[in-house]
């Protein structure tokens, strides 16, 4: 079995996260780092490797990313992956979510998976549907925020939450599927792995290799566009308390319920 | 060009509150646009006749019924491409929730049509739609048009109020389709089933909430003897985290695959306050959160908010206020 993950660079969760106004496009300048949500679909290919159930034959990291990515996935190698690919082009900058999907979709072609594994999010963009897309256009099976996955050579029996409670799905393979946080507690890497990613094989795509038609991909092609950006209807700051002393910060929380008549 | 088609959600012989909100905004949006707001169900015997002509209550003309199998995205994402390829709608709208995520975005792709999520509102501007998207953790808010033929709108969890029109029973029009086979290679074996106890949160005037921060299941132990402090009627409630994890039911759930919650109190424990989360408690009178991160984005939309520890914090809060009501 063959086991693609797909994995981005985000912005680190400590650094300011902001706009660039004359493009309307997220300012991705500054400290970045491997979607915390992406280790838990790496750790999720690991412990299928581990299982011994299926016999894994490969495990690639794939992104779609500027030049600065190679660190997402050189982290991903040190998590486990044996290899990785980098797709990365300036016709790709500023594409939206469709067209996202589409290029990774067209750069997983070339390497045929049994499995693409997804996060559940990611960190900058928020919108959980990457995975719907890159199915679609490999045309295999996918669920989302899948938290258990039973694996058999042939197909998966996924467990998930949705808006009616758990459902539990079986899925046949080949198939996409992003994981919820909760699917496992990822390992830390080990020295070695981290020191030894670099010389993993790290493949560069362009969009001509893998045949992405640029008319479809890039800001100025996008089916969604950014029209404008505006700042959200302010709202009144609240009272912010530092708990220094805890008897205090009782008595101040205390006073505050009490104020309001919720005691 | 002009009509929306609206995807319902349903489960159990009843329609998402969620997709019926979407009714009522694409009702309304579609007779901005001059078009009307037809609506798409998949799924078996419980999509009675009755089931299906009551959307027109809240606004829309006409029910496309596919039967297919139900809760799994695909085959809607093949329902509705039929049904667009065939009668030329504009928009295809969705509420809040998980399934609209997957089949808007499976739609999308198939139809190479743009695609905008988690969006709070949108607008008729020179005959199109406009979406409005919060971005960056809902500190900005982007405005977000359509260059493809469809564009396709998925909504926040609550972003669209189901508002009943008055409006007679909607035509019914079973719609025959034909599925991919991607689409059939995934199957349902049990949906909709409830972990843990049956609690009640919604009739709650206090709600105490319990997050990942609690450390352990037991930590819960805390926030019951918390919310059994404040008395009357109070309750705990918890979040995604805790409750993928085994620690709390799912019924006491909060956010955008669990329950959606107005108490005049609401106190949080060891929770982030992720944008899943918040839509489900936003509408709470007074939000209280302890968090020992100072960063944590549940601060953004707290009334009162109390950097420190849990562990320390809460027992004695919970003394507090049994002395104060004992006084
Ligand atoms: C499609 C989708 C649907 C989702 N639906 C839902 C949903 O319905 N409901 C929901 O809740 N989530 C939902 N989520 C998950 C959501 O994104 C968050 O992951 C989740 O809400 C986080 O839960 P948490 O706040 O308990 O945990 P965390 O985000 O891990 O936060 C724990 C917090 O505890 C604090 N903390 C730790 N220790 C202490 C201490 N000793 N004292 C004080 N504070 C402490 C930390 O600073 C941290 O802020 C969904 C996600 C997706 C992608
Ligand atoms: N540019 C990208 N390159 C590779 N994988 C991505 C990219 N963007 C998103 N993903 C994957 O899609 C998941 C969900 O992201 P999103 O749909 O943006 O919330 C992430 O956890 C990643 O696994």
Redesign the pocket.
């Known amino acids: 079995m063959k086991i693609c993950v797909l994995v981005k660079e985000v912005p680190d969760a400590a650094v300011q996260k902001r706009i660039d106004s004359s493009t309307g496009r997220m300012d991705r300048s500054g400290e970045k780092n491997l979607n915390p949500y992406d280790t838990h679909a790496i750790e999720a290919a690991m412990q299928i490797r581990e299982g011994g159930t299926v016999e894994v034959d490969e495990i690639v990291a794939v992104t779609m990313g500027p030049e600065s990515a190679v660190r997402a996935l050189h982290k991903a190698v040190s998590l486990g992956a044996d290899r990785s690919v980098h797709l990365t082009d300036a016709a790709l900058a500023g594409s939206d979510v469709a067209a996202t999907g589409y290029a990774l979709a067209q750069t997983l072609k070339r390497e045929s998976p049994d499995l693409v594994l997804l996060g559940?999010?990611s960190d900058d963009g928020e919108c959980?549907t990457i995975g719907a897309v890159v199915a679609e256009h490999l045309q295999m099976p996918s669920l989302?925020?899948v938290i258990k996955m039973d694996v058999e050579p042939d197909k998966l029996r996924c467990e998930r939450?949705a808006e009616y409670g758990y459902d539990t799905v079986e899925v046949r393979l080949p198939a996409v599927i992003s994981v919820?946080?909760a699917i496992n507690e990822p390992r830390y890497p080990s020295l070695k792995a981290i020191m030894g990613a670099k010389k993993k094989q790290l493949d560069t795509v362009a969009a001509a290799d893998a045949d992405i038609d640029t008319s479809k991909v890039g800001g100025e092609y996008s089916a969604a566009h950014w029209l404008a950006a505006k700042a959200p209807p302010a709202k009144a700051a609240g009272t912010i308390i530092e708990d220094e002393d805890t008897g205090e910060t009782v008595e101040k929380i205390v006073a505050w319920l009490d104020e309001r008549k919720l005691i | 060009m002009a009509d929306i088609l609206v995807y319902a959600l349903h489960y159990e012989g009843a329609i998402n509150k969620n997709s019926l909100g979407a009714v009522s905004e694409g009702a309304a949006l579609a007779s901005e646009l001059g078009g009307e707001c037809h609506v798409i169900v998949v799924g078996g015997d419980d999509l009675t006749d009755d089931l299906c002509a009551s959307v027109g209550n809240w606004g829309a003309t006409k029910v496309y019924r596919v039967n297919a199998p139900e809760g799994l995205a695909q085959p809607v994402v093949d329902a509705m491409a039929k049904v667009i390829g065939d009668d030329g709608h504009g928009y295809a709208l969705f509420g809040g929730g998980?399934l609209g995520?997957e089949v808007g975005a499976g739609l999308a792709a198939r139809l190479g049509a743009g695609v905008a999520m988690e969006v709070t509102a949108v607008r008729a501007q020179d005959g199109k739609l406009v979406a409005e998207r919060p971005i960056l953790g809902d500190s900005a808010i982007s405005e977000i048009a359509f260059r493809s033929p469809v564009g396709i709108i998925i909504g926040r969890l609550n972003a669209f109020e189901a508002k009943e029109t008055g409006g007679g029973p909607a035509a019914v029009q079973d719609v025959e389709v034909e599925l991919s086979p991607h689409a059939q290679q995934a199957t349902m074996i049990q949906r909709g089933e409830q972990r843990g106890a049956d609690v009640d949160i919604e009739g709650a005037d206090v709600l105490v909430a319990g997050?990942?921060?609690l450390?352990k299941p037991e930590g819960f132990e805390l926030v019951e003897e918390l919310a059994k402090a404040f008395g009357g009627n109070s309750a705990v409630a918890?979040?995604?985290?805790?409750v993928d994890a085994g620690w709390y039911p799912y019924a006491a759930?909060?956010?955008?695959?669990?329950k959606t919650v107005a108490p005049k109190l609401y106190l949080a424990?060891?929770?982030?306050?992720?944008?899943?989360?918040k839509v489900?408690m936003q509408s709470s009178e007074n939000i209280v959160a302890?968090?020992?991160?100072a960063n944590?984005p549940?601060f953004e939309f707290s009334d009162l908010g109390v950097v420190?520890?849990?562990?320390k914090i809460v027992p004695k809060l919970t003394e507090a206020i049994k002395a104060k009501k004992g006084s």
């Open positions: 559940q999010q959980y989302t925020q939450q919820g946080d | 998980l995520f997050g990942r921060g450390g918890a979040t995604r985290a805790v759930q909060i956010g955008q695959t669990g424990a060891g929770i982030s306050g992720a944008i899943q989360h489900g302890i968090n020992k991160d944590a549940i420190g520890d849990l562990n």
